[in-house]
T-cell receptor
Framework: DAKTTQPPSMDCAEGRAANLPCNHS???????VYWYRQIHSQGPQYIIH???NNETNEMASLIITEDRKSSTLILPHATLRDTAVYYC??????????FGKGTMLLVSP | GAVVSQHPSWVICKSGTSVKIECRSL??????MFWYRQFPKQSLMLMAT?????????EQGVEKDKFLINHASLTLSTLTVTSAHPEDSSFYIC?????????????FGDGTRLSIL
């Protein structure tokens, strides 16, 4: 699986949009971009995934660049409960997931 | 949606005892399940791949005789930490991809916090 690069930490004010970037310059054609988050002492929670088109669900939006070398996860209105470590993972989906260090998002009042 | 249940969520036991952790897929069949371990302030590390009806595949550096994996049915995989010692204390997490391949996301259990005294 391709490797990803994320900033170690980000801050966001409650109610504002949180934009979390991810670089995956070695992504291959059949690999998807998955986003998970992990709240302290819990298992990872699936957020969203995509191949090349932008995706949106009830939790977030995923913007993938045209060359697929980077993506951005957008939480449109961050709340305190969104404070977590966010992992961007590139995978074919049914294979193992390789977790990097992720981005620690701190949402403040 | 796909749900993975893990039990127990928390266990404390004495050094030398064996501990069994269960991972169940509640509304789908999982021919494959994955076991991860997470130490404090670190990321998840894959330990092994559990395959229904066959032997598990272990990652380099993971002792297969120490961490016994059984995947006897399409909805249950178990991880047994044998003769546990304090250095085995960690957060153990399982995951399962929905059957049929494809790109559907894996779903994770809530993890098991293991503390060996």
């Amino acid at each position: 699986d391709a490797k990803t690069t994320q900033p170690p930490s980000m801050d966001c004010a409650e109610g504002r949009a949180a934009n979390l970037p991810c670089n995956h310059s070695t992504i291959s054609g059949n690999e998807y971009v998955y986003w998970y988050r992990q709240i302290h002492s819990q298992g990872p929670q699936y957020i969203i995934h995509g191949l090349k088109n932008n995706e949106t669900n009830e939790m977030a939006s995923l913007i993938i660049t045209e060359d697929r070398k980077s993506s951005t996860l957008i939480l449109p209105h961050a709340t305190l409960r969104d404070t977590a470590v966010y992992y961007c993972i590139v995978s074919r989906g049914y294979s193992t997931l390789t977790f990097g260090k992720g981005t620690m998002l701190l949402v403040s009042p | 949606g796909a749900v993975v249940s893990q039990h127990p969520s928390w266990v404390i036991c004495k050094s030398g005892t064996s501990v069994k952790i269960e991972c169940r897929s509640l509304d789908f069949q999982a021919t494959t399940m994955f076991w991860y371990r997470q130490f404090p302030k670190q990321s998840l590390m894959l330990m092994a791949t559990s395959n229904e009806g066959s032997k598990a595949t272990y990652e380099q550096g993971v002792e297969k005789d120490k961490f016994l994996i059984n995947h006897a049915s399409l909805t249950l995989s178990t991880l047994t930490v044998t003769s546990a010692h304090p250095e085995d204390s960690s957060f153990y997490i399982c995951s399962a991809p929905p059957g049929g391949g494809g790109n559907q996301p894996q779903h994770f259990g809530d993890g098991t916090r293991l503390s060996i005294l």
